[in-house]
């Protein structure tokens, strides 16, 4: 399969439906196929375990619903509806890898007519097991679904530069502006240094992809999540794409990943480290 594929698990609460929106966005801007999938989980659905037939043709007939609203909005979108058995986390990363150019869509939190918020319950499980990247959005996040400003911060790890792959591939698509925010922390000549360096690596891709940007250092002194997340919304950003990095420098130890989640009141990217299949290839 040579197309691109958006994963939006649903759990048809208003944070998924959310979520859903903001697919149909991408999906238009990319051409890729998108598949609405909700996940059975076992010991949580009383009438699925009794095997309550009406229970299940509910749930498709709700997804055939959601689908019909997608169409409305890209008719010209593949999109197929997916019911699934076992874990969350696991049966959407392992239906992932079986599309070229996945990426999964998500909302963070949430209730559910059908099971009790488990969206918001599996996204830290989700984004740790991943090997494909996640748009992951925050129960009720209101923001413009037209891409206009993607923010980047690059830091001293390693791998920071990986995420301008997806950073300039959605801001030619959605003709949007990177700024690439360099983030001196901790704050002194030899991090100014590398991180000057980074950014220009950055900007380089950005040019030869043909996307505007900006080049922007930030000084972070403490607070860190709070002052990226701050100078983003100054920014006026409407997503940040963040590595999934073992660094304490930046996003990924687990206190700063869920301060992130549970605070961002803008959609996250966030990429595996590693070499992954994505909508950036």
């Known amino acids: 399969m040579n197309n691109k594929n958006i994963i939006v698990g649903v759990d048809f609460s208003n944070t998924s439906l959310n979520a859903m929106r903001h697919a149909v966005s991408l999906a238009l801007k990319t051409g890729a196929d998108m598949h609405l999938v909700w996940v059975k989980t076992p010991g949580i659905s009383k009438n699925a375990e009794k095997g309550d037939d009406n229970y299940i043709q509910k749930l498709q007939s709700t997804l055939e ?18 019911i699934l058995q076992g874990k969350v986390h696991t049966e959407l990363n392992k239906y992932a890898t079986n599309f070229s150019n996945p990426i999964i869509v998500m909302g963070s939190h949430g209730s559910s007519g059908f099971e009790e918020g488990y969206i918001g319950n599996n ?25 206009h400003n993607i923010y980047a911060p690059i830091d001293l790890s390693f791998e920071t530069l990986q995420k301008m792959r997806y950073a300039t591939y959605l801001g030619k698509r959605f003709a949007a502006k990177v700024t690439i925010a360099g983030i001196y922390y901790p704050n ?54 963040i590595m999934r990095e073992e660094s304490e420098t930046n996003f990924t130890s687990s206190s700063n990943m869920n301060e992130i989640l549970s605070t961002s009141k803008m959609p996250l990217l966030i990429i595996p480290n590693i070499q992954s299949v994505g909508l950036g290839r």
């Open 65 to 82: 619903e959601w689908k019909d609203m997608c169409r409305m909005e890209s008719p010209e979108t593949e999109i197929n509806t997916i």
């Open 123 to 147: 996204v830290n499980r989700l984004i740790k097991d991943s090997k494909v990247p996640i748009l992951i959005m925050r129960e009720n996040i209101e923001i413009k679904r037209d891409l």
């Open 188 to 241: 002194n000549a030899e991090t100014r240094h590398i991180i000057n360096v980074q950014m220009r690596h950055a900007s380089d891709m950005c040019e030869d992809a043909n996307v505007r940007h900006e080049m922007v250092p930030l000084t972070v002194q403490k607070d860190y999540v709070q002052t990226l997340l701050s100078h983003a919304h100054e920014m006026d950003a409407n997503l940040i794409v």
